[in-house]
């Protein structure tokens, strides 16, 4: 991806995920952008990370019913149940992040 399709993509990204999280949960997500820190040091690639880290929570704030209905749809191989609705988010996560972008890489879904 080239540098100026990475940034209109981020810059999108980051109206979507604003509009969806709470305001402290969008800070978060703006300091996991370091992310790409990571990626620079152990070779990955820095525009991946950085998209999937501005995507990794952008279920964090629906609401949990919602969560719950979406991974039953997209994974019912793994039988979540209540027990493991702290992470529902991110299984509901990249769902929401490929059907609102996709051509998204399956690495970046995966990462979310």
């Not at 370091?34 to 609401?63: I, M």
């Not at 019913?65 to 979540?80: A, D, G, M, S, V």
């Amino acid at each position: 991806m080239t540098q100026e399709m990475y940034q209109e993509l981020r810059d999108d990204i980051l109206r979507w995920v604003e509009a969806r999280l709470k305001p402290k949960r969008f800070q978060h997500t703006l300091g996991v952008e370091t992310a790409v820190l990571l990626a620079r040091t152990f070779g990955c690639d820095q525009q991946e990370a950085s998209l999937a880290a501005l995507l990794h929570d952008n279920a964090k704030n629906l609401d949990q019913e919602e969560l719950y209905k979406i991974c039953q749809k997209h994974y019912p191989e793994y039988h979540l149940t209540d027990e493991y609705a702290s992470v529902f988010h991110a299984f509901a996560g990249a769902v929401t992040a490929k059907e609102k972008y996709p051509e998204l890489s399956e690495d970046i879904l995966q990462a979310i």
